[in-house]
């Protein structure tokens, strides 16, 4: 990939362990952008935006889906970018390598 964009756009709700003026309580601190979420309001309710921008990157492996593995895997040999998981500023990757198992919710 050279000088890529991706954006993920995700479902976001407060938790469901809060209670309902905790709930409301988290929706306004999230959108009032004091939070490092960026989220967005949309029609069915919330979403949380993650950006990556200019990814150039050598990635030798993606494993998406395979049966008898439950989580992915994303092999990287070289990746640059501006990484935007929340609000800027963003971080700054210059020479990152290795290989990650990812899933829905987490990268490791």
């Known amino acids: 990939m050279i000088e890529g964009k991706l954006v993920v756009q995700t479902a976001w709700h407060p938790s469901d362990r809060l ?4 709930r409301d309580s ?16 949309v029609a069915d309710g919330f979403q949380k935006i993650v950006e990556l921008d200019s990814v150039t990157a050598t990635i030798p ?12 895997l ?17 971080a700054d ?4 390598l290795g290989t990650f198992q990812f899933n829905d919710d987490s990268l490791w």
């Open 19 to 22: 209670s309902p003026p905790a």
């Open 26 to 41: 988290a929706v306004r601190h999230v959108m009032s952008g004091k939070s490092r979420l960026f989220v967005v309001r």
């Open 61 to 72: 492996m993606l494993r998406l889906s395979e049966p008898g593995f439950k989580d992915r």
């Open 74 to 90: 994303l092999q990287v040999s070289a990746l640059r970018m501006l990484a935007y998981p929340f609000r800027p500023p963003a």
């Open 93 to 96: 990757v210059r020479n990152l």
